[in-house]
């Protein structure tokens, strides 16, 4: 039993964090929101050259082989500096699904070559799910995994047509997707392909929650930071307990938010057939912490928090878009109720850890 | 990160619950608030050290185990899974105790823990005074040095099991010219000293589970001094601070309490008309899960030899709020009968002890530092808000 993050884990995280607090200020994310694409050629450099895009992918493909809970605080990272590009959901949720892919055999030299390229940066993958309307950034993939029915495809950009929406995130560039499924296409069906799917979707709410957890604790700390110069009545604004306990109440959210977040980042690598329930604690209270931060943080900051120039809001959008993407409260919540209800669930806290977790073996004999 | 138990811990844990499973009580036994309960519960703690079970992370020269703390996690979660008598002797072995450990002589620990560990000396607190509550820094019952001696004058009020215990331990003012937090010692007072009046209060439920004390020139041994003298302040406040919060509320009780609620839910759930009830479930089942997972990463971290940061603040505000609200669910589920004292009617199987934990739920986040102090600290210490 060990709960903890390697030095080696807490050493990259600071690495790829410290290089993200340099480089994406928020003059350069206003940038992307008036260029073309949305996103930020250098930074996509940068990303790929510090093993964002590599590290997930197979040693077989030329990556690094490592796994989500390697990964999970470089999301969390990357929420905290409200990253707009979608390296995250590319690296975990596409590129977790090739590994997948690769795994079954289906397609493997396709498959294999794709996720070659990818991990050095020559090709870009993004993956869509039925439990969201429209794909971020997609126009800018070079395939697309896609569903139809239980089928998944793998399909290139000329195949598709794009729609474009706007999002209430500038940062974000959504898309409709219209597409033809053909035969050529296809990489799983049946039994399968719905198995396949439903691991992308805790993936993809894993990566939402990690990053969400990132979001709340920097809209918290910018708040905090105004809090402690704004003056009125001849004092900082933050030393009055109403404006302390708003804060506070975000601490406490945040705090318990995490540990549920990195259990499920072990459990989707470690057992990714018990995850949903580990997955839906940590959309659920990730995206509760963050929603909370955002409205705290934005009451803290008085009338600058409802204006387009102060910056707060590049977070506070995000965590509104993030914490309904990949299955909202109501979804998770639901999916945890059902396990609740099950006869045989194992219930308590004996079973919170442990083999019975993990095996998969169902059976009220405790 | 590894997730899962090592053999010697699930072997740990097979060994508790089967000492448990032949060790504890059929029958529920009396309130320890009570005269005839509090001697059932000093039994009971007699028995746990006779199987060298009362504090399994305790060297074992003092009974324990030598136990690191996810042991204790396991012990905890073994201990309300079978539904053991709650622990009458708590201000002692799990505040005082670690505090003894640190802080104590070699003959303070020889004296005191050997009859805490038996059950032979069962403990109260003697912190709060009427006008030093939150403010514990306003304390000014006096404990004035006379050779090898103190001699106490003065009240306490709020101490938990004062009534029936054998010994108060608490921060006393020793040095006259001092003021807020300078010139306190801890010092640990025989309850039936002359001089001593034990006041009984009536809790929420009617038990008398706290009292007011009050000394008259109460004479005691220097002996009985816990650290330096003036130095009471940091000992109070010492870095096992939050071992001792982790002690006091494993997460194991509450997520015990939520499995029952699910149990209740289940039976109820087709009668229940108010749709909220299902998040309310949802939601409690998931933060005592969430209460449990970071007490195990905390836990992990300091068996790593890591420290605790001052995130640990968070943790009583999330256990007590969680508390209020598994019970009051529980009370919803339950509907109108809610109200019903379970001993006076026939059928209280489903009652269970709801009522009784409902109302006790209401004092967490009041004792041990309010919640509105709590947030205050975060604000301050964690978040590094100004203070003023």
Redesign the interface.
């Known amino acids: 039993m060990d709960f903890t993050f390697t030095d080696d884990q807490l050493a990259f995280r600071d690495s790829v964090q410290s290089m993200l607090e340099n480089e994406v200020t928020t003059t350069s994310i206003r940038e992307r929101w008036t260029s073309d694409s949305g996103e930020n050629a250098d930074m996509l450099a940068m990303l790929n050259e510090m093993g964002m895009s590599s590290l997930l992918v197979p040693e077989s493909c030329g990556g690094l082989g490592m796994d989500l809970v390697d990964f999970v605080l470089l999301a969390e990272a990357c929420g905290k500096a409200a990253l707009p590009e979608s390296i995250v959901e590319d690296a975990v949720v596409a590129g977790g699904l090739l590994a997948d892919l690769l795994q079954l055999g289906t397609n493997t030299d396709q498959v294999q070559e794709l996720l070659g390229a990818v991990a050095v940066g020559e090709a870009r993958v993004g993956c869509a799910h039925i439990i969201n309307p429209y794909s971020n950034f997609a126009q800018q993939k070079d395939w697309m995994l896609l569903a139809n029915g239980n089928d998944v495809h793998l399909v290139p950009r000329s195949e598709l047509k794009f729609t474009a929406l706007k999002s209430v995130d500038p940062s974000r560039r959504l898309q409709k997707i219209d597409w033809t499924p053909s035969r050529k296409t296809r990489v799983a069906d049946g039994e399968v392909g719905a198995g396949l799917q439903r691991a992308t979707l805790n993936r993809g709410a894993l990566a939402a929650a990690a990053q969400l957890l990132g979001l709340a604790q920097a809209m918290v700390q910018q708040a905090v930071d105004y809090a402690s110069t704004r003056e009125q009545f001849g004092k900082a604004i933050g030393t009055n307990q109403a404006v302390k306990h708003l804060m506070a109440d975000c601490a406490v959210q945040i705090e318990f938010a995490k540990p549920a977040v990195y259990r499920a980042a072990y459990t989707v690598g470690v057992a990714p057939q018990r995850a949903d329930w580990a997955v839906s604690h940590a959309k659920t209270a990730a995206g509760a912490a963050a929603e909370l931060s955002a409205r705290n943080a934005t009451q803290v900051h008085g009338a600058m928090g409802y204006t387009w120039e102060c910056d707060l809001h590049i977070w506070v959008k995000r965590a509104w878009a993030l914490a309904k993407e990949w299955g909202d409260a109501g979804f998770h919540k639901n999916r945890i109720h059902e396990w609740l209800l099950q006869p045989n669930a194992l219930l308590g806290p004996e079973f919170t850890f442990g083999k019975r977790y993990i095996d998969n073996s169902d059976s009220a004999a405790a | 990160?590894?997730?899962?138990?090592?053999p010697s811990?699930?072997h740990f844990?097979e060994e508790v619950r089967a000492w448990l499973a032949a060790h504890v009580p059929a029958k529920k036994l009396a309130s320890f608030d009570t005269a005839e309960g509090f001697e059932q519960h000093r039994q009971w703690e007699k028995t746990l050290a006779a199987g060298n079970w009362g504090m399994v992370t305790w060297p074992k020269e003092y009974g324990g185990r030598g136990c690191d703390l996810?042991e204790w996690l396991i012990f905890?979660?073994?201990y309300?899974?079978a539904g053991a008598p709650l622990r009458v002797n708590q201000n002692g072995i799990f505040l005082l105790g670690p505090t003894l450990m640190e802080y104590g002589t070699d003959a303070q620990k020889e004296r005191f823990i050997t009859a805490m560990a038996s059950g032979e000396e069962i403990w109260a607190q003697a912190w709060s005074e009427p006008n030093a509550g939150s403010d514990m820094a306003a304390i000014r019952c006096r404990a004035d040095r006379d050779g090898d001696e103190f001699v106490i004058n003065g009240q306490k009020i709020w101490s938990t099991r004062a009534v029936f215990a054998d010994y108060a331990f608490g921060l006393f003012r020793t040095d006259p010219e001092s003021s807020r937090h300078h010139g306190l010692s801890f010092i640990l007072v025989p309850l039936d000293s002359p001089g001593v009046t034990v006041r009984p209060i009536e809790q929420l439920n009617g038990l008398p589970g706290f009292a007011e004390i009050f000394f008259d020139n109460v004479r005691v041994s220097d002996f009985n001094l816990l650290g330096g003298e003036n130095q009471g302040w940091q000992i109070a406040m010492s870095t096992a601070g939050f071992e001792r919060g982790l002690m006091l509320r494993s997460?194991?009780r509450f997520?015990?309490a939520s499995?029952k609620l699910?149990e209740l839910?289940?039976k109820r759930r087709n009668d229940i008309l108010d749709l909220s009830i299902?998040?309310s479930?949802?939601?409690c089942?998931?933060?005592a899960?969430?209460?449990?997972?970071?007490t195990?990463?905390t836990?992990?971290?300091l068996v790593?030899g890591?420290h605790i940061g001052a995130?640990s603040s968070?943790n009583k505000?999330?256990w007590s709020e969680l508390d209020i609200r598994i019970h009051e669910t529980a009370l919803s589920l339950l509907g109108a009968r809610a109200e019903v004292e379970p001993e006076t009617v026939e059928d209280h199987a489903e009652l269970g002890t709801w009522l009784d934990g409902f109302l006790f739920s209401q004092s967490g986040p009041i004792y041990a530092g309010t919640n509105?102090i709590?947030?205050?600290i975060?604000?301050?210490r964690?978040?590094?808000?100004?203070?003023?």
């Open positions: 990160m590894d997730l899962l138990y090592t811990q699930t844990r996810i905890e979660e073994e309300y899974r997460p194991a997520q015990q499995r699910v839910y289940r299902e998040d479930v949802v939601r089942y998931m933060d899960e969430a209460y449990a997972l970071s195990y990463q836990a992990s971290r790593a890591g995130e968070c505000i999330f509105e709590q947030r205050n975060i604000a301050e964690m978040l590094g808000m100004p203070r003023k």
